[in-house]
């Protein structure tokens, strides 16, 4: 059971927009602490995607944003492509934790 | 190049130890926070310990008493101590920095797995 809470899976059409979302509690992301996004490829490392809530390390393609509100944030993926396939988890930090993970979540691109 | 490289990996028994490495380059792993994270098979991550660039230490209560996080200076290396081994422990285990922002875990390895079995 993670801390943070994901949808297993989503899916989208290629070109479409999909949302990502995460639902912490108020003591990770409700007590304001930022959210990251990584994005995975089986087999391989972890990769930064949104960092700060929504911040975009250099190299990320403008397709992707993150947003926080209350004790949620969200990815979204706007003009969905099919090397977006790929598992994607938030991140954040709990007061009583340290750093937490979502379950992660399976976007499948139609 | 900015890089991570873990070794030690391997197969264990049950209460059995292990002892992770992960060599940096390309940054000084002293001047910044380095945790260890792992990843189950067919699992999401798991945050397993942080070292603070101050030498503070920290760890998830799975670990706590079990696994010890340290750093050698000269050798620009983490570790990742592992006693009282159980099954559950069985995870790619990654070494990853936090960066300029504190929290997002900005370089990884590209893990090394242990399994932990009879």
């Known amino acids: 059971q993670s801390v943070l809470t994901q949808p297993p899976s989503v899916s989208g059409a290629p070109g479409q927009r999909v949302t990502i979302s995460c639902t912490g509690s108020r003591s990770n992301i409700g007590a304001g602490y930022d959210v990251q996004w990584y994005q995975q490829f089986p087999g391989t490392a972890p990769k930064l995607l949104i960092y700060g809530n929504n911040n975009r390390p250099s190299g990320v393609p403008d397709r992707f944003s993150g947003s926080k509100s209350g004790t949620s944030a969200s990815l979204a993926i706007t003009g969905l492509q099919a090397d977006d396939e790929a598992d994607y988890y938030c991140q954040s930090y709990d007061s009583s934790l340290s750093r937490v993970f979502g379950g992660g979540t399976k976007l499948t691109v139609l | 190049e900015v890089q991570l490289v873990e070794s030690g990996g391997g197969l264990v028994q049950p209460g059995g130890s292990l002892r992770l490495s992960c060599v940096a380059s390309g940054f000084t792993i002293s001047s910044n926070y380095m945790s260890w994270v792992r990843q189950a098979p067919g699992k999401g991550l798991e945050w397993v310990s942080l070292?603070?660039?101050?030498?503070?230490?920290y760890y998830a209560d799975s670990v706590k008493g079990r696994f010890t996080i340290s750093r050698d200076n000269s050798k620009n290396t983490l570790f990742l101590q592992m006693n009282s081994l159980r099954p559950e422990d069985t995870a790619v285990y990654h070494c990853a920095r936090e960066g300029d922002h504190r929290q997002a875990f900005d370089i990884w390895g590209q893990g090394t797995m242990v399994t932990v079995s009879s």
């Open positions: 070292i603070y660039s101050g030498g503070n230490t």
